[in-house]
Nanobody, 123 residues
Framework: QVQLVESGGGLVQAGGSLRLSCAAS????????MGWFRQAPGYARDFVAA????????DYADSVKGRFTISRDNAKNTVYLQMNSLKPEDTAVYYC????????????????WGQGTQVTVSS
């Protein structure tokens, strides 16, 4: 089992920055591929970014490339999402997720989910 707790959401003006954190507990954290997803009202949950267990591989949705950066600190069992140049369309609930499998595309196959943290970007 893996437990995930997100933090760092909030209200920010367009062009601003936020850093989300996801603290993990349970199963050996460094084995897990970790990802961030988001869901806006009325829309499906979408992939945002993912990072491999060692941190050597990352993947980003086209909509956030060049603005968001995913990173992890395995000593702290924490994954981060640095979000810069935020836009109103980034407004959503952001979810942290963990994947058990070590194979397959980084953006697929997640087994565990956090409760989410709200990010609101005002224009």
């Amino acid at each position: 089992q893996v437990q995930l707790v997100e933090s760092g959401g909030g209200l920010v003006q367009a062009g601003g920055s936020l850093r989300l954190s996801c603290a993990a507990s349970g199963r050996t954290f460094s084995m897990n591929t970790m990802g961030w997803f988001r869901q806006a009202p009325g829309y499906a949950r979408d992939f945002v970014a993912a990072i491999s267990g060692t941190g050597t591989s990352t993947d980003y949705a086209d909509s956030v490339k060049g603005r968001f950066t995913i990173s992890r600190d395995n000593a702290k069992n924490t994954v981060y999402l640095q979000m810069n140049s935020l836009k109103p369309e980034d407004t959503a609930v952001y979810y942290c997720a963990a994947r058990v499998s070590l194979i397959g595309p980084l953006r697929n196959g997640y087994n565990y989910w956090g409760q989410g943290t709200q990010v609101t970007v005002s224009s």
